[in-house]
T-cell receptor, first 114, second 116 residues
Framework: AQKVTQAQTEISVVEKEDVTLDCVYE???????LFWYKQPPSGELVFLIR??????QNEISGRYSWNFQKSTSSFNFTITASQVVDSAVYFC???????????FGTGTRLQVFP | GAVVSQHPSRVICKSGTSVKIECRSL??????MFWYRQFPKQSLMLMAT?????????EQGVEKDKFLINHASLTLSTLTVTSAHPEDSSFYIC????????????FGPGTRLLVL
């Protein structure tokens, strides 16, 4: 069965600190996609990244970086030099190629204090 | 990216009334749209998959007759909560898959429903 685990329920940091959000997934398929979404207080889910199972290269986008490791079934997300605007709930999600469904983790609420 | 809109953003209604929520893909055609429900401080739960021109596929435990889904065009899907009750109060959010964006689902801004 597919499952996404975000063990960190809430994280609080002070501005400019680096923070890593963990995501561990389970799937029987060899082909799948992993996603991260950001949900600010307004409620809208903002797409951050998609990674397919064959691409284990880490990715950096500005202050955001992602570490995909198939060996540990993890897809962790790091925010460098965090800012107050980064405060949100972050969801990790999994979808398999043969289905359209997204399986979400329970989310990690990040609070960045000035 | 892709833009998905939802209307209304917020609705308050009396118990027993029906509420329609619209989800539109603004800059792409979506053969598939999805409806999710999110309770406060919880994750998103998929309610149903909406397919253009055919019946929606509902997840286990979701009442088809209560949550009517219509996907009449490639840019519009509607969710109607029929005979709403206070326990239907929730945040409803739709998404659309952009065929040119691979497997990525783009989400609307959500609709907060409060049933009195």
């Amino acid at each position: 069965a597919q499952k996404v685990t975000q063990a960190q329920t809430e994280i609080s940091v002070v501005e400019k600190e680096d923070v890593t959000l963990d995501c561990v997934y389970e799937t029987r398929d060899t082909t799948y996609y992993l996603f991260w979404y950001k949900q600010p207080p307004s409620g809208e889910l903002v797409f951050l990244i998609r990674r397919n199972s064959f691409d284990e290269q880490n990715e950096i986008s500005g202050r955001y970086s992602w570490n995909f490791q198939k060996s540990t079934s993890s897809f962790n997300f790091t925010i460098t030099a965090s800012q107050v605007v980064d405060s949100a709930v972050y969801f990790c999600a999994l979808s398999e190629v043969n289905t359209d469904k997204l399986i979400f983790g329970t989310g990690t609420r990040l609070q960045v204090f000035p | 990216g892709a833009v998905v809109s939802q209307h209304p953003s917020r609705v308050i209604c009396k118990s027993g009334t029906s509420v329609k929520i619209e989800c539109r893909s603004l800059d792409f055609q979506a053969t598939t749209m999805f409806w999710y429900r999110q309770f406060p401080k919880q994750s998103l739960m998929l309610m149903a998959t909406s397919n253009e021109g055919s019946k929606a596929t509902y997840e286990q435990g979701v009442e088809k007759d209560k949550f009517l889904i219509n996907h009449a065009s490639l840019t519009l899907s509607t969710l109607t909560v029929t005979s709403a009750h206070p326990e239907d109060s929730s945040f409803y959010i739709c998404s659309a898959r952009n065929p040119n964006g691979g497997e990525t689902q783009y989400f609307g801004p959500g609709t907060r429903l409060l049933v009195l």
